[in-house]
């Protein structure tokens, strides 16, 4: 049979691109790596070096939260706080909450802080990460635990010496 319409000319043979590779016969970076092996020990180093830079982001944000909270705390600054309400006040860019007791018998005041810091990594964007922490606020000053404690060792040892425990040599 004789072929119909007009012939078919033959167009210079390209070599078609392989699997992996781009147009211009190039293999990417990425694909390169892992067939030599190492893509995967590249990726899991970046992801933990993306991990401890969020980690110390937020260790850097928690410490400035906790001067920021315990500078209100000592300058009696307590209402923009808002202890013990069970409400959320926001410090800076974070939602916190803040409650306090009192011990009686260690005389200090025992605050408490809990809430939601936000960190922003390239990665993720941002995301929350809850935060914990605590102050001891002293109820009496030194002062009066230095007239508490009385004198020292002296005022036991001549305690003792009134006994007659102590023995002469």
């Not at 000592?74 to 939602?95: A, E, Q, V």
Request: proline letters at 5%; one cysteine or more.
């Amino acid at each position: 049979m004789a072929p119909r319409g007009k012939p078919k000319t033959e167009e210079p043979a390209v070599p078609s691109p392989r699997r992996g590779m781009d147009s211009t016969g190039n293999i990417p970076l990425n694909l390169a790596m892992e067939k030599l092996g190492l893509g995967t020990a590249f990726r899991n180093k970046k992801l933990a070096e993306m991990a401890a830079e969020r980690k110390a982001k937020l260790a850097q944000e928690e410490a400035i939260l906790e001067s920021i909270i315990v500078d209100k705390i000592c300058s009696k600054d307590w209402d923009s706080l808002l202890p013990n309400s069970g409400k959320s006040t926001k410090i800076g860019t974070h939602n916190i909450c803040v409650r306090y007791r009192k011990d009686d018998v260690l005389r200090q005041r025992i605050w408490e802080w809990h809430g939601h810091v936000m960190i922003y990594d390239e990665y993720d964007g941002y995301s929350p990460d809850y935060v914990y922490g605590n102050y001891f606020e002293p109820l009496v000053s030194d002062e009066e635990v230095k007239l508490e404690m009385g004198v020292g060792l002296g005022t036991m040892i001549s305690g003792v010496e009134s006994i007659g425990i102590v023995r002469e040599f």
